[in-house]
Structures are given as structure tokens and as C-alpha cells.
């Protein structure tokens, strides 16, 4: 089992910047691939930015690429998720996910482990 703590989300201005933080507990963190997904109010779950059990792949929406920047620390089981130049319609709940069936996926399935979700508001 896999259990997943988001952290880091808040209330910025657009144009700012937020780091947000995935602490991962339980099986061995450096097997699972992580990824970052985010649901607007009304909107489905959309994948924003996954990285590789070893950080040697990552993998972007269009939409935060340039932007956003996911990375990990293996020896602090943490995942990151770096986000500049923000956007109002990048206001949505975060979510982290974890899995160890596949070395980089894109696709909210194929992820066995999610956290509670930590709630971005970028505000115009």
C-alpha cells in the first residue's frame, strides 16, 4: 500500500508561482512512477505532468509545458510539482497518483494510488 499527502496548494495572483509537494509513505517509493492531475470545478480530471520511478522521463500537458516542472527525491520519497508564470485556469484541486505498473504513464488509470487533492486558486 501506497499512501500519498499532497501539500503546498494556496491562493496566488496570476503570473505568480507555487511549489506544490507529494509525501509518499508505504511500499517503496523509488518502484512507482508519480504523476500530477488536476480537476477544475465542472471540468474532468485532466493529466498535468508524470515523471519516471528513476526521474530520467517526464512527460507534460501542452497546457503547463514551459510552465510547470515535475521532479522527485527518492531519498525524501517526495515528489514536486513547480509551477510558474500561473494562470487563473489553472485553479483546480492537485491531486499526486502512484504506479508500479508502468514507467511513465499520462492516463489517470493506470495509476493505483492517489492522494486527497491540495486546491490551487490563482485569482486575475
Known amino acids: 500500500q501506497v499512501q500519498l499527502v499532497e501539500s503546498g496548494g494556496g491562493l496566488v495572483q496570476a503570473g505568480g508561482s507555487l511549489r506544490l509537494s507529494c509525501a509518499t509513505s508505504g511500499r517503496t517509493f523509488s518502484n512507482a512512477a508519480m504523476g500530477w492531475f488536476r480537476q477544475a470545478p465542472g471540468k474532468e480530471r485532466e493529466f498535468v505532468a508524470a515523471i519516471s520511478k528513476s526521474g530520467g522521463n517526464t512527460a507534460y500537458a501542452d497546457s503547463v509545458k514551459g510552465r510547470f516542472t515535475i521532479s522527485r527525491d527518492n531519498a525524501k520519497n517526495t515528489v514536486y510539482l513547480q509551477m510558474n508564470s500561473l494562470k487563473p485556469e489553472d485553479t483546480a484541486v492537485y491531486y499526486c497518483?502512484?504506479?508500479?505498473?508502468?514507467?511513465?504513464?499520462?492516463?489517470?488509470?493506470?495509476?493505483?494510488?492517489w492522494g486527497q487533492g491540495t486546491q490551487v486558486t490563482i485569482s486575475s
Open positions: 497518483a502512484a504506479t508500479e505498473s508502468y514507467v511513465i504513464s499520462t492516463r489517470g488509470a493506470h495509476y493505483n494510488y
